[in-house]
């Protein structure tokens, strides 16, 4: 029977999408790690001087207070009410009340950092003292009062807290931000139907091809026959003048060439948040590595709050991690077999390299996709940054342009373009990776190798448009493959560690979280089987239908093999 719309649950629309006001919330709470202190009260500003354009208007704080309480317009916010229809002045209200929660000692040393020193630029553009002056530590003082307070982080608190009696609204800048953020929400809507269509036009195509009954395959979502050992790994790095520690998983009963994955965690986060895939990869015949990258793990963002580091990455990072995966392949093919019970042999000329986030960028990058300076040097101007958290995190890769080359850097390289690429990796798999401006559409081109990007719906963090639906358009590859999961946040697929310190609230997680680590495990083991273990059977696991199939209602699943750009709407023409 033909697929027909009806098939796949409705379209998503875009009221349905994570409001501006918690992107902006979750991406900010995220970002500065939830953890409890306390601050001193200070002056608090009363009246705003609010401009657009050639107007100007004076405005008491209590106005916006009882906007935001009540939803109510006083005679000066009527104002304000001419540049928003009913709608918007919804999401207005909803923007100047909803509270981030954040603690004020994190939120200081986050602000001292270079990733918030960026941000608070952006907001003084349009919060300024009456003078006109855009004060950085007056803004920055504001942000930090209002996470004290007991009504915590809220856009209101912070211009109520704002040092100065009176404050400089740059309304048109302000209307600008909010209409931007609501822009890319609309887009990322949009986008989102046009992979629903996308699936199910790839579905009728492929009951059309091949209108058989598939065969009954291998079952993918249980763990498999193989028993697995651990052992936890000591490497010397010489880029980092340090060790560094992994943990690998084997298959104690394999015999024969056994190949191997590396898995690279994400920024703030630890090995062990990836040993429920490294598990289940085992029992199904993979041997596991999961890399510690200390300057970018738990301990650096522990760091970063209690006042050792000033950012929550060292911007060597970027090389680096890339370099810790190349260093572990080299000391397993040096040090030969994991254990004296292992019969098989670690085929080390053909890896698989998954990663998540910033991992999912150093994925990408040791497959072949290639540092882009130039394009980093266009995006990175303070003064124009999209509303994208992640561009916080990958202007800062700028700083590597500066660093020697690696022992196997081309001479005659472009110094505008970094490649970090492993001939070694045979199979690269990005989990909600950061890419826009680190790669570009050309850097990201470079991929030598087959290629697999996972994005979700409702990441606040690295927005899943413009990091990962618009670039796996532009990728030029026949080999490519892209799974959406619609519900799932930037934290979805992350395992329990059980050493965590911080309980994030469930709306962080996403919808069925289980759901979506189960999705990972059996996606990236059917592209494993078929590009590591050469297995044919493995491309029907990676069907659109067969996605369908493995998807469950609370949580839809979209695969897709081919999207290009034209096949995505045309992005909102909303500018500042």
Known sequence: MALTP??????????????????????????????????????????????????????????LENFAATGELDTAMR??????????????????????????????????SPQGEILVRQLARSIRTRSGAGSLPALRAALVLAA??????????????????TIQLDLNGTVGIFREIEAAVVDQALALDAIVAAAIAEQQAEQTTDPTPPQPLPPLTILGPNAWRTRTLSVYAPHRQAPIFADLYWPAEATGRVPVVLISHGLGSERATFAYLARHLASHGFAVVLPEHPGSN????????????????????????????????????ASGIPDRTFRGQLDLGHVGVIGQSFGGYTALAIAGATLNFGQLERDCRPDTLPPNPSLLLQCRALVARNLPQPPNANADANPDRLSLRDKRVAIAIAVNPITSSLFGTSGLNDLAVPSAIIASSEDAIAPMLPEQIQPFARLDRPDKYLLVALGSTHLSFLGSTGNETIQLPADLLGTRPDLARTYLSAYSLALLRRYLNDDPRAIAHLTSTAIARLARPELPLYGLRRLSAIDLPKPQQLTR
């Not at 009363?46 to 704080?61: F, H, K």
């Not at 540049?83 to 207005?92: A, I, S, V």
């Not at 929550?312 to 080299?330: G, K, N, Q, T, W």
Request: with cysteine; glycine share 6%; hydrophobic share 45%.
């Open 148 to 165: 004290a307070s007991p009504e915590g982080l809220t856009l209101l608190n912070a211009l109520k807290f704002y040092p100065t009696p």
């Open 6 to 63: 009806r098939s796949l649950p409705a379209p998503p629309l875009a009221r349905n999408l994570c409001p501006p006001s918690r992107l902006v919330g979750a991406a900010l709470a995220i970002s500065l790690g939830w953890l409890g202190a306390i601050a001193a009260p200070g002056r608090a500003a009363e009246r705003i001087y609010a401009t657009y354009g050639p107007l100007g208007m004076s405005l008491a704080i209590e106005s």
């Open 79 to 112: 104002f304000y009410a001419r540049f928003f229809d009913g709608d918007r002045l919804g999401r207005l209200r909803n923007l100047l009340r909803d509270r981030v929660e954040v603690s004020p000692l994190a939120l200081s040393r986050f602000l001292s």
């Open 298 to 333: 738990q301990t650096r963002l522990s760091d970063l709050l209690d006042g050792r580091a000033n950012e929550v990455a060292d911007p060597l990072e970027f090389v680096h991690r890339p370099r810790d995966l190349s260093i572990l392949l080299d000391e397993l093919a």
